[in-house]
Every structure is written in C-alpha cells, then in structure tokens.
C-alpha cells in the first residue's frame, strides 16, 4: 500500500463549478498536509498548509484534514480556467530531532476547468 | 516566482555521462531539499541540507550525490547517467525547521 493516495483523474469541471480533490494516507505519523498546485512544465506551488486536523479557508480553497479517516481535502469554490493543473497533495511527520521534514506527495490530479 | 532558482532548466546529456544541477535558496532559507519527479513515480524526496548538512536521505540513488555550499546553495550531482534518470529534478527550500517548502522551476534532464 502506498503511503500517500491520490486519484489521478482527470477531472474536467465547467467554469464556477465546485471542484473537491481528495487524498487518503496510511502513516499515522503524517501531522503537517500540504496542498501543491503545478502548471504544466512548472515547479510546484504552495497553496495551503495545515497542521493536525481541522480546516483552513484562503479565498477560494479550502483544506480540511480528517487525521481519524486519514483523509484530507482541497476544495476550491467558482472555479476558473486559470485553476486547470495539477494538485498534489503533500503530507510529513514531526521529525525526530534536526530539521528533516521531508514530504510524501500523492502522484497528482489533473484538473481542467472548461470555460 | 517563489525566490528559489535553479539552473540550467534544460540538460540533455548521453548515458554514462556526469552533470551538475544547481540550485539558489530563498534568501534566509536555511534548508535545501532535492526532488525528482517523473511520470510513473510522481514527486520523490531524494536528499536534504539545513545550513550546509545532509540531514535526510531519501531515494537516492548511490550515483547521486549532493552538497550545500557556505552560502547555501546547492548542487545536485548525477554520475553514469542511465536513461531512467530522465526527469524533471526540483529543489525546494525552507526556513530552518519550518514545513513550508518552495519550489523552484526545475531541471530537465534528458538522457540518451
């Protein structure tokens, strides 16, 4: 089992749509989630950054972590062409000691947000 | 843009052969971090540095090596190169021990 499972899709969603991607995990350590939007031949772009469970709103996204499902969530409300990409989500443990916070990424959904 | 910088953004290169990847940090950034990410694996953690020490390994390969340099930069070394190293190569960074990463446009490393 992979530790970090994300649906690839692709997702193609109308303009001002709701669009919900999701990620499941099997490492209870995982405290920090992450999500990473990438544009095509592009680095990754942080979006939003949570911490143990809960939600977070910026805009029009939100995350929200279940640590008791091992589940999180992007959503992202109105959306608009300039939001087609892909998702990653991104997740790490506490580290033990020094400053190693390396991160465990899903392999991505693609998503496409047709005018 | 988020601050990191790395050069050259595109690498092709014959198998056997050796290159360097270059990558700036945020300025304050503390911590450097190495990713590969190619299309049947996804994104993969390969090394990290926090003011000038290795402090994590991921999978790296043993052909593979890496350094943080006085001024924080690093570089990312690959040596007899196979065609299955052909892939998109990212560097992040990170304030000391903050979780926040930033990426940097990559590398494109073709192998022939």
């Known amino acids: 089992q992979k530790e970090v499972e994300q649906d690839p899709g692709p997702l193609s969603v109308p303009e001002g749509a709701i669009v919900s991607l999701n990620c499941t995990y099997s490492?209870?350590?995982?405290?920090?989630f992450m999500w990473y939007r990438q544009y095509s031949r592009k680095g990754p772009e942080l979006l939003m950054y949570?911490?143990?469970?809960g939600n977070k709103e910026d805009g029009r996204f939100t995350a929200q972590v279940d640590k008791s499902s091992k589940y999180i969530s992007l959503f992202i409300r109105d959306s608009q062409p300039s939001d087609s990409a892909t998702y990653l989500c991104?997740?790490?443990?506490?580290?033990?000691?020094?400053?190693?916070?390396?991160?465990?990424f899903g392999k991505g959904t693609l998503l496409t947000v047709n005018p | 843009d988020s601050g990191v910088t790395q050069t050259p953004k595109h690498l092709i290169t014959a198998t056997g052969q050796r290159v360097t990847l270059r990558c700036s940090p945020r300025?304050?950034?503390?911590?450097v971090y190495w990713y590969q990410q190619s299309l049947d694996q996804g994104l993969q953690f390969l090394i990290q540095?926090?003011?000038?020490?290795?402090?994590a390994k991921g999978n790296i390969l043993e052909r593979f090596s890496a350094q943080q340099f006085p001024d924080l930069h690093s570089e990312l070394n690959l040596s007899s190169l196979e065609l299955g190293d052909s892939a998109l190569y990212f560097c992040?960074?990170?304030?000391?021990?903050?979780?926040?990463?930033?990426f940097g446009p990559g590398t494109r490393l073709t192998v022939l």
């Open positions: 949570t911490y143990s469970s």
């Open positions: 991104a997740m790490s443990a506490l580290p033990r000691g020094g400053s190693n916070y390396k991160l465990t």
């Open positions: 300025s304050g950034d503390l911590s």
């Open positions: 540095y926090y003011n000038g020490e290795e402090r």
């Open positions: 490492n209870s350590a995982f405290q920090y």
């Open positions: 992040a960074s990170s304030r000391g021990a903050g979780n926040e990463q930033f």
